[in-house]
Nanobody
Framework: QVQLVESGGGLVQPGGSLRLSCAASGNIFSIFAMGWYRQAPGKQRDLVATITSRGTPNYADSVKDRFTISRDNAKNTVYLQMNSLKPEDTAVYYC?????????????????WGQGTQVTVSS
């Protein structure tokens, strides 16, 4: 079993900053890509940013130049630094990781998800 635990969400005023963290733990052999998605009320879950195991980032156009994704492979943790926040950034943010794990007789890879953390941008 693998768990992803997010932290760092909350209420912030427009123009403010927040830093989200997501730590993976459990039966982990290795982690490939990690990332963040978000889901606003009544909308689909959308990509925010991803980062490869070597640290190459990819961003949604809506967050480029405002958000920064990073990871600490030694800690199995991914971060999302969010600056210049806007009301439209309000959503539940979900962490995801491509996990390589060992089953009873073989290795396999799957996408694990966290439980989500609420980010609200409002004055």
């Amino acid at each position: 079993q693998v768990q992803l635990v997010e932290s760092g969400g909350g209420l912030v005023q427009p123009g403010g900053s927040l830093r989200l963290s997501c730590a993976a733990s459990g039966n982990i052999f290795s982690i490939f890509a990690m990332g963040w998605y978000r889901q606003a009320p009544g909308k689909q879950r959308d990509l925010v940013a991803t980062i490869t195991s070597r640290g190459t980032p990819n961003y949604a156009d809506s967050v480029k130049d405002r958000f920064t994704i990073s990871r600490d492979n030694a800690k199995n943790t991914v971060y999302l630094q969010m600056n210049s926040l806007k009301p439209e950034d309000t959503a539940v943010y979900y962490c995801t990781a491509e996990i390589r794990t060992k089953g009873i007789s073989s290795f396999y890879t799957y996408d694990a998800w966290g439980q989500g953390t609420q980010v609200t941008v409002s004055s």
